[in-house]
Each structure stands twice: as C-alpha cells, then as structure tokens.
Nanobody, 114 residues
Framework: QVQLVESGGGLVQPGGSLRLSCAAS????????MAWYRQAPGKQRELVAS???????NYADSVKGRFTISRDNAKNTVYLQMNSLKPDDTALYYC????????WGQGTQVTVSS
C-alpha cells in the first residue's frame, strides 16, 4: 500500500488561487501515475486531473485552462495549481494512484466563497 497525504486547501474568494500538494510514501513514486479527484457534498467523486509517470497530463473539461497538475519525483509529491477558482470548485480534494486504487488520503477541503 501507499500512504497519501493531501494539504494546501482553504477558503478562497472567487477568482483566487490555491496550490494543493499530495505527498506519497515509499520509494516507487516515480513509477506511479497520479491523479487528483474531488467530491462535493451530495455529489459523486470526480476525476479532476491526472499525470502519468512520464509526465503526460489530462484534465476534466471543467478545469481545463485553470488547473495545472505537476509532480516532483524527488519529493514524492504531486501538485495541483488551481487558478481562477469558482464556487463550483468547492469540494474535498483527494489524490490517488492507479497502482493502489484503494489507497486514499484524508483529503483537503477547498472552499470558494465570497
């Protein structure tokens, strides 16, 4: 198993920015494909962005052009830079790897509100 610890969430006004971080345990991080998911109250968890071990990225249509996923293999960390935030981005954000699909962290709360 892998342990994932998300951080960086908070309360931000519409149009603001946040950078989320997800630190992974172990020594095999560079081989993992990583992804960020989010779950808003009353809604299903949805895929926000993903990055392969080789650095290829993919985004949900709702965040394209606003969010950027990146990784630092030396720090075992994946990031999500979120710009131009909207109230609809309010959710609990999680990271995950398809190498251990049942391993989820506690998530980090993002609230976009004026």
């Amino acid at each position: 198993q892998v342990q994932l610890v998300e951080s960086g969430g908070g309360l931000v006004q519409p149009g603001g920015s946040l950078r989320l971080s997800c630190a992974a345990s172990g020594s095999r991080f560079r081989g993992y494909n990583m992804a960020w998911y989010r779950q808003a109250p009353g809604k299903q968890r949805e895929l926000v962005a993903s990055i392969t071990s080789g650095g290829s990225t993919n985004y949900a249509d709702s965040v394209k052009g606003r969010f950027t996923i990146s990784r630092d293999n030396a720090k075992n960390t994946v990031y999500l830079q979120m710009n131009s935030l909207k109230p609809d981005d309010t959710a609990l954000y999680y990271c995950n790897t398809n190498s251990y699909p049942n391993s989820w962290g506690q998530g980090t709360q993002v609230t976009v509100s004026s």
